[in-house]
């Protein structure tokens, strides 16, 4: 079976994340966690972990790190993160997302140095931009094999859209699942 792998953008968040695990079941993602977010919301970030999902580096306060022009403070935004969500998963993440997609040769230096690799995606569900569930269905439509789907978490239209998704993508023959997974 050929894998599409799922991504959450942006958690945890304590009024939708909870929803999102149970909407997933048994389905494993990659969860891409914003360092403030997971600071204020340990808990969730373990249950997260606990469900046997993925979790990677989305940097500490979710900037265009671009336009960092320090490379101490783009290495900040990777470190903090990394450290904390080492400290509540006991597993350091191999798997980074720059926000915004925003990335460059600078980028990629400090990632190199953290031994993370960047993920990007090939399909995005604009679920960003206020989309309805039926909306993001649609575009989670366009997924290849091999393919990486862009979610966020926090919204309560992909919390909806996920069952329909997972249904119409095994319906098609092929596995959601994490990144690389």
């Known amino acids: 079976m050929d894998t599409v792998a799922l991504t959450f953008d942006d958690g945890p968040y304590p009024e939708t994340t909870p929803a999102l695990l149970a909407a997933l079941g048994g389905t494993r993602a990659t969860f891409f966690l914003w360092g403030e977010h997971a600071a204020a919301h340990p808990d969730l970030v373990r249950a997260i972990a606990a469900a ?57 230096a400090t990632l190199a140095a953290h031994e993370l690799t960047e993920v990007l995606w090939t399909v995005d569900t604009r679920d960003w931009a206020g989309c309805s569930a039926d909306e993001i269905v649609a575009a989670a439509a366009a997924a290849q094999p091999g393919g990486v789907v862009l979610m966020h978490e926090g919204r309560p239209a992909t919390v909806d859209a996920v069952p329909r998704i997972l249904a119409a993508l095994t319906a098609r023959g092929l596995h959601p699942g994490p990144v690389g997974g």
Do not use: K, M
């Open 52 to 108: 046997g999902h993925a979790i990677g580096n989305h940097t500490w306060t979710h900037p265009h790190l671009t336009t960092l022009a320090d490379p101490a403070a783009r290495d900040q935004e990777v470190r903090r993160t990394q450290d904390l969500l080492t400290r509540l998963t006991g597993i350091r993440p191999a798997l980074f997302r720059p926000p915004y997609g925003d990335t460059d040769a600078s980028v990629a």
